[in-house]
C-alpha cells in the first residue's frame, strides 16, 4: 500500500474525556465522533451528574462507547468549596483514576498508541500522565470563564496544554484565554449544523404554533444565555407579533427571575423539544433570533443556533455578541445595540436571502468539520512518528 494511502485511512484507539455526558446535550463533541471513520475506536468518559441516567456500565452509540466515571466537577455537587482542598482532590482524583483505568484495560483501550482528547479540564492532570501517542484539546468554550472560584483547576488545565500536541479552538478570543506554547499547532474548527436535517422541508406545522399569530419571531436554544430584557422589548415593540422560545432552562429558578417576560401575553415558551422535531419548528419562524447576553463568556463562543438557522432557511436577527454572529453579516441582520435589534425586526422579516444562508450553513456542515478534525490527527500522529 503506498505511504499516503496509509496515512489516509490510519486510525486508532481515542479517549475523549467530557464536561457533557452524552445523552443529555447534543453537543459538537457527539457530532464530531459520531462522523469519524470506522477505523477509529471511540471511548468517551463521561461525568456523573445529579438527577441524570448515568452509564455506570459501557453502552454503545453507534461505533461510540459511552461510560460514566465520576471526578471533581460533580462529587458532590454543588460544593466545589471542597475541592479548594489539595488532600479532598487527590482522594477524588486517585479515584477517578482508577475507574477510568479500569475501563481502559476491560475495553481495550490501554494501549500507548492510543489518542487522547479532552474538554473536561478537571481531567487536565491525569489526562497529561496518560501514555499515548497524540494528545488534544478542544476549546470549544471558555472552560476556565465557568469556574472562576477554582484557581487550582488553572493549573490543571495548563498542566495538561504543556503536553498536548494540539488544540481545536472555535474562536480567536477563545484562544487567546488558553496562551499555547509559541510551537504548539492550534487549528480553528468552530462549530456547524448537520444541514440536511435541518433543510430538508418538514410538512407538519407544529400543534402549539398552529394558532399563533403571524410572524412568528422564534429562538431555539438554552433559556439561560437568553437576554430576557432584550426578548421583552422585541415583544412590547411588536404586540400583534408572536414571540416562541423553544428550549429548556437548566436554573431551575429561570422561569421564576423570569416571570414578568413570561406573563407577555404575546411571549410563548414551549420548553425542550426533541432534536428529531426541532427543525420543523425553526422552519415556521418567519424570523429566527438571536437575543443572547453579552458577556465574555459568550463572547469567545461559536454557536451552532447561527448555523442551524441558517440551513433551515429563514430570516435570522442577532445582537452582536461574538465574532462568528459578526461574521455572518451577509446572510443575517446583526444590530449592535438592544434599541437597534428591536428596530431592524421589520427589515429582518422581509430578508430574502435563503440560498445565501444555506450556502453559508453548508459550509459549517459536521460532516466537513470532522473530516478537517481527522486530517489533523492523523497529520500529528504522522509528526510522532518521523
Avoid at 123 to 147: E, I, K, Q
Avoid at 269 to 283: H, I, M, N, R, S
Avoid at 317 to 334: G, K
Wanted: charged fraction near 25%; aromatic fraction near 10%; include cysteine.
Amino acid at each position: 500500500m503506498r505511504r499516503g494511502a496509509e496515512e489516509d485511512t490510519e486510525g486508532g484507539d481515542l479517549i475523549w474525556f467530557s464536561e457533557i455526558q452524552w445523552d443529555f446535550l447534543s453537543t459538537r463533541k457527539q457530532r464530531l465522533l459520531a462522523r469519524f471513520p470506522a477505523e477509529w475506536r471511540i471511548l468517551f468518559i463521561e461525568p456523573f451528574a445529579v438527577g441524570r441516567p448515568s452509564h455506570w456500565l459501557p453502552v454503545q452509540r453507534g461505533r461510540v462507547t459511552v461510560v460514566t466515571v465520576p471526578f471533581l466537577k460533580t462529587i458532590p455537587p454543588g460544593k466545589p468549596q471542597l475541592f479548594d482542598n489539595p488532600l479532598v482532590r487527590q482522594i477524588v482524583t486517585l479515584a477517578g483514576r482508577l475507574i477510568a483505568a479500569f475501563w481502559c484495560r476491560v475495553l481495550g483501550f490501554s494501549s500507548a498508541d492510543r489518542s487522547i482528547g479532552l474538554s473536561n479540564i478537571y481531567w487536565g492532570g491525569v489526562a497529561a500522565s496518560m501514555p499515548c501517542r497524540v494528545r488534544f484539546y478542544d476549546a470549544n468554550d471558555d472552560h476556565l470563564g465557568f469556574t472562576p472560584g477554582q484557581p487550582w483547576l488553572r493549573e490543571s488545565m495548563r498542566r495538561y496544554l504543556d503536553v498536548c500536541d494540539l488544540v481545536f479552538f472555535v474562536s480567536k478570543q477563545l484562544l487567546d484565554t488558553i496562551e499555547p506554547r509559541p510551537e504548539q499547532r492550534c487549528v480553528e474548527l468552530g462549530n456547524g449544523v448537520e444541514f440536511d436535517h435541518f433543510a430538508a422541508p418538514r410538512r407538519e406545522t407544529p400543534s402549539q404554533l398552529a394558532g399563533l399569530p403571524k410572524p412568528i419571531l422564534g429562538y431555539a436554544g438554552a433559556m439561560d444565555w437568553l437576554d430576557a430584557g432584550l426578548v421583552a422589548s422585541v415583544a412590547r415593540a411588536w404586540p400583534e407579533y408572536s414571540v416562541v422560545l423553544v428550549g429548556p432552562a437548566y436554573a431551575r429558578d429561570w422561569a421564576e427571575r423570569h416571570a414578568e417576560l413570561l406573563a407577555l401575553p404575546n411571549v410563548h415558551w414551549v420548553g425542550k423539544v426533541d432534536y428529531d422535531e426541532l427543525p420543523a419548528w425553526v422552519q415556521r419562524f418567519d424570523l429566527a433570533l438571536m437575543p443572547l447576553e453579552r458577556s465574555p463568556l459568550k463572547r469567545a463562543s461559536n454557536p451552532n443556533k447561527l448555523y442551524e438557522y441558517a440551513a433551515a432557511g429563514v430570516p435570522i436577527l442577532a445582537i452582536e455578541y461574538c465574532d462568528a454572529v459578526r461574521q455572518a453579516s451577509d446572510v443575517a441582520h446583526v444590530a449592535s445595540t438592544p434599541g437597534e435589534f428591536v428596530r431592524l425586526v421589520p427589515e429582518a422579516l422581509a430578508d430574502a436571502r435563503k440560498a445565501e444562508r444555506q450556502a453559508f450553513a453548508r459550509a459549517h456542515s459536521w460532516d466537513a468539520l470532522a473530516a478537517a478534525m481527522v486530517r489533523e490527527l492523523r497529520d500529528a500522529m504522522q509528526r510522532r512518528r518521523a
